[in-house]
């Protein structure tokens, strides 16, 4: 969940007359770092190693993975994930899907709120901008487990989203128990397609999941997720197309005015294409966030309805804990990372400036 | 012209309480309904004023009732004594590496940058099985040194002290050298008081971070002893108090766990958004 | 980096060889470690009587023992077994029992009980609990599906005890009866357990007699679930998530429903939640293959890295002692798993009589390991199979594909 703008980092370190100095600082130096390069080791670089290994295991988790007890399967775990047409892959390629619809949802849902958020809280014209800023960020500095339990009481069957639902007349849905996707619920509901009787081309089978399946659509409860991640993160976001905004020099936006454009050429000529950067950081953190969708899963509906909230990460953690096939989870996570460092240079390569 | 301008500040103030409702309105909710009874908050969720008012839900989470395991007290202290550690843990490493690998020059200051760099690509979730594994293996798990150390990697942290101390002026350091202060001496007194609008950042986002934080002490932990706030009201709810049961319960929790980094928000509230903007971090 | 990475290989094989909580060969000579018992609770009565039992054995041998409801009995005995950790005592279900059983994480201690006490446990408990001759642990209580009836809408539908449904025409029939635009006919729990009871009345079941093949695409099964899907669709019976309920105890007591499946632990719920619901319970009505019910039961199971073991066994004789069984069954209505104490169960909640009858012909979960992700996918079927989402046939077959695969990776 980072990017630091390292290239704003101040100029390099001066250089200095070779000294008694130098060797004080040597020591210094490697004093001064070994705390935070010892944790790195020892809770990030280590673990992921030993992960690494169990993922070439099968290791139930009672015994100890190091001293030979496990049995070494190889790969197995992973071509069990990828390529054996069982229930891992089938649970994997559900979580998948979930997250493209997710994906697909969250990304462009929150880019384009938290970019009007920060437009309206800049507006010079507007009074009080430093009390609605902090009001739209402070569901960022919340747990998403309080939000969670707060969501699940608003999106209940008889709960206050349905309650204002039914003040304009639609009948709201129940949110966490129905298993449908979006697009299968609308095809269904027109009659299109017959859940019961697909034709052939919508029962294929790709990756354990037939077309109809991953041409479902977001279950409703996945939109409830989606809804709380928008909201949740809308106001971090916002802080950042805010910073872009402010670095607008201000000389350019009044030459866009003297030349008479309008407010609607000014953002389009002006303000957008200044933002490009802005909006690069934001989409990239949105979408390694997508996948990474853990607590509100555990908390609002692990994974219910139907397997429609499943998430790659959710899947790691039930596999290893709760089937106790430690292998096959980590094996998930070490997909998951690929998964996330490839969406990732891919986002960057479309999102590079170009000249 | 005036018109025109009356005109936008008008729907900008619209859009501005549409926007407000919709951020407050579920923290209202969420205060309203955890002080009414259950079948008040059943069929009248979104109702604003409780009828009758209750305070059981509270009494609840207080444990005046014995009807469910909700050892608050335990939560809460657990809660604080994990999240000031790692605070107070955090702001000492980040500041010492972030000194360091701005400016001291030693062997390998390069690829402990590199390192702390990609070390921040890697996702959390990713982690969760990675962290159970090293902790059983170090005999952790279970364990309040498990809680706090493995949250002690903070590379966020030290690219943010590293560009704070970067922007200090090297004459004040070279002022502080001539006087004869040591590297520590320097640091302590010289650069640490300077970097304060970072160390502020640094601070409430690792406060923060811990607070919320949930996987780690997923993994971290299995006997209930050990339940952090935010833990404990993660499996109430996805284990006994699943579904629609004593959604006021549920509701007190979470209001209860929002106050602490709410205060701290508002306390420190200025320098934070300010420097989470410059910083670029989530 | 390169620096970064070996540097972390050497770290790592520092741990591997300073591993701890693993096959450090304790003695059994105990310790003065408390014991703990951990254990999946239904709610306040199950909690508060096993503290009470335990705190009385407690008194007793003057051994301090702390008594730990989990969230999540599974997941964390996962870790408590990972970690090296483990409860010293825990509640097992058969589902579990072989897997943990497989991994040396179980101590069977069956051989240390009385023969007496051993005899006396129903025989489909005894079996349920033996893995590769040894009886791991003693069952604590058991549970069977009876037909739940409220006997306020009974009444006003203008039906009597002689209508009670013999058969799945008559449960057809009268759910048809009872159901009015306020409420259902009947709530069955969509999942895997009540439609195993289905299964069972029409002759099929999830895997063979031995837990050695899975069974699941069988004419029986099929006609059971036909059965029930036939019912959902004309609206007669629903599942509770449809009613907005959690369990079907809940859309029953809430008055969604006029009859329910539902296993003896409903009374507590409807006890302490709807105290004003009246209602009584019928053994569930014959299938095309005559009656069937499952039973559900939980041993006590004893961590193999427990220091304790002596202590710990001595603490489970007490747990299922006669006396303490009925304490359990006043305190949050489980059936007592001693024979011996049948009669006494029937006269002392007479409303409990069509559950302990159950047990008669009842037979015990599924006992696969990695079966436990086999049925949570059936149950995602069966979810989609009461919505519309697919046919009975393709539930089966997903069913019987995913449980040969646990049976193969065995």
Not at chain 2, 26 to 38: C, E, G, M, R, W
Request: hydrophobic share 45%; proline share 5%; net charge positive.
């Amino acid at each position: 969940m980072v990017a630091l703008q390292t290239r704003r980092a101040a100029p390099p370190v001066h250089r200095r007359r070779r000294s008694p100095d130098t060797v004080r600082q040597r020591r210094a130096g490697v004093l001064f770092s070994a705390p935070a390069v010892l944790v790195i080791l020892l809770f990030l670089v280590a673990p992921m190693l030993m992960a690494l290994w169990v993922s070439l295991l099968h290791w139930d988790g009672q015994s100890n993975p190091f001293s030979g007890s496990a049995r070494f399967v190889g790969g197995a775990n992973y071509s069990e994930l990828l390529g054996h047409d069982g229930l891992l892959r089938r649970d994997f390629a559900t979580s998948v899907r979930n997250t493209l619809y997710y994906v697909l949802l969250d990304v462009p849902l929150v880019t384009v709120l938290s970019f009007g958020l920060a437009l309206v809280v800049n507006q010079r014209i507007l009074r009080g901008r430093g009390f609605f800023r902090t009001v739209f960020y402070f569901p960022s500095i919340t747990s998403s487990v309080a939000i969670g339990v707060t969501f699940l009481f608003l999106f209940q069957g008889g709960g206050a989203v349905n309650a204002i639902l039914s003040l304009v007349g639609v009948q709201g849905p129940s949110w966490f128990t129905d298993s449908r996707g979006l697009v299968q619920i609308v095809l269904a509901g027109t009659g299109l397609v017959d859940p019961g009787h697909l034709p052939g081309w919508l029962a294929a089978q790709g990756m354990g999941l037939s077309v109809w399946d991953w041409l479902a659509g977001p279950s409703v409860a996945m939109c409830a997720i989606i809804a709380l991640t928008v909201w949740s993160s809308s106001g971090t976001f916002m802080l950042f197309f805010l910073s872009g905004l402010q670095n607008i020099p201000v000389q350019v936006e009044e030459a866009a005015l003297v030349d008479g454009a309008s407010t609607w050429q000014r953002f389009r000529g002006v303000t957008l294409p200044l933002m490009r950067r802005s909006t690069v950081l934001v989409v990239t953190l949105a979408l390694i966030g997508s996948w990474q969708v853990f607590d509100q899963v555990y908390v609002m509906s692990q994974g219910s309805p139907g397997k429609t909230t499943l998430t790659p990460a959710y899947l790691s953690y039930t596999t290893s804990f709760g089937d106790g096939n430690f292998g096959g989870g980590a094996a998930i996570a070490f997909v998951l990372f690929a998964i996330i460092v490839l969406f990732t240079a891919v986002q960057r390569w479309f999102g590079r400036e170009r000249s | 012209m005036t018109g025109r301008k009356r005109y936008a500040r008008l729907v900008g103030y619209a859009l501005l309480a549409v926007g407000t409702v919709l951020y407050l309105g579920p923290f209202l909710i969420q205060v309203a309904n955890s002080l009414k009874t259950d079948p008040d908050a059943a069929s009248h969720p979104l109702s604003l004023i409780p009828d009758p008012l209750s305070l059981v839900a509270w009494g609840k989470a207080f444990g005046f009732d014995t009807a469910l395991d909700v050892p608050l007290v335990r939560w809460i202290v657990n809660s604080f004594v994990v999240t000031l550690s790692v605070t107070v843990g955090r702001l000492v490493i980040d500041s010492m590496a972030g000194y360091a690998l701005a400016r001291l020059r030693f062997p390998g200051r390069r690829a402990v940058t590199a390192g702390v760099l990609a070390v921040m690509a890697v996702p959390g979730v990713v982690l969760l099985i990675p962290k159970f594994l090293v902790l059983k293996q170090l005999g952790m798990f279970d364990s309040y040194s498990g809680m706090i150390l493995p949250l002690l990697c903070d590379a966020v942290g030290i690219m943010l002290m590293k560009t704070a101390f970067e922007q200090v002026p090297a004459e004040l350091e070279d002022a502080a050298r001539i006087d004869g202060a040591g590297v520590l001496r320097t640091f302590a007194e010289v650069m640490v008081p300077l970097a304060r609008p970072s160390l502020i950042t640094v601070g409430i986002l690792s406060f923060q971070g811990s607070w919320n934080e949930l996987t780690h002490f997923l993994v971290a932990t299995s006997d209930p002893k050990y339940q952090t706030l935010t833990l404990g009201i993660a499996q109430l709810t996805a284990g006994p108090l699943q579904g629609a049961q004593q959604f006021p319960l549920k509701l007190a929790l979470a209001t209860l766990s929002t106050i602490p980094v709410a205060v701290v928000y508002v306390v420190f509230q200025r320098h934070f958004v300010r420097n989470q903007v410059s910083s670029g971090i989530k | 980096m390169k620096a970064l990475i070996a540097a972390g290989a050497a770290a790592v094989l520092l741990l591997a060889g300073c591993g701890s909580g693993y096959d450090s060969a304790k003695s059994d000579g105990g310790s003065d470690k408390p014991i703990t018992i951990m254990f999946g609770s239904s709610g306040e009565a199950e909690t508060g009587a096993v503290k009470a039992a335990a705190a009385a054995w407690q008194k007793r041998t003057g051994h301090q023992v702390r008594v730990v409801p989990a969230q999540n009995l599974t997941q964390q005995l996962t870790q408590g077994f990972a970690g090296g950790t483990p409860p010293d005592i825990f509640y097992t279900d058969p589902t579990m029992l072989q897997q943990y059983a497989d991994g040396g994480s179980l101590y069977p201690y069956g051989d240390q009980l009385p023969k007496s006490t051993v005899d006396d446990f129903y025989p489909a408990l005894r079996q349920a609990y033996t893995y590769q001759g040894k009886l791991y642990c003693a069952p604590k209580d058991l549970n069977t599906h009876a037909l739940v009836i409220n006997t306020d809408m009974w009444k006003a539908a203008g039906l009597t005890e002689k209508d009670y449904p013999k058969t799945w025409a008559d449960l057809t029939k009268v759910a048809t009866r009872l159901t009015t635009k306020d409420h259902v006919g009947l709530t069955v729990g969509g999942d895997h357990n009540t439609v195993g009871s289905f299964m069972l009345a029409a002759g099929g079941w999830f895997v063979n007699e031995d837990n050695t093949k899975v069974t699941a695409n069988s004419p029986a099964n099929l006609a059971a679930l036909k059965y029930l899907q036939g019912n959902v669709q004309r609206k007669v019976f629903a599942t509770p998530k449809s009613l907005d309920a959690q369990n079907p105890g809940e859309a029953f007591g809430k008055g969604k429903a006029a009859m329910d499946v539902d296993g003896g632990w409903v009374e507590g719920q409807l006890k302490s939640d709807y105290p004003n619901v009246h209602w009584t319970a019928v053994e569930l009505p014959a299938g095309p293959k005559g009656r069937g019910t499952t039973v559900f039961s939980n041993c006590w199971g004893i961590a193999a890295k427990s220091p304790n073991k002596k202590l710990a066994v001595d603490l489970v004789k007490s747990l299922v002692a006669p006396g303490q069984q009925k304490a359990f069954m006043n305190a949050f209505g489980v059936i007592p798993s001693r024979q011996s104490l049948g009669t006494w169960a029937k006269q002392t909640d007479p409303k409990l009589t069509a559950v302990v009858d159950g047990v008669e012909y009842a037979r015990g979960t599924v006992s696969i390991p990695g079966f436990t992700s086999v049925l949570a996918d059936f149950d995602t079927q069966l979810e989609k199979l009461f919505t519309g989402g697919t046919s009975p046939q393709a539930a089966l077959d997903t069913l019987q594909r995913n449980g040969d695969d646990a049976v193969k990776q065995k």
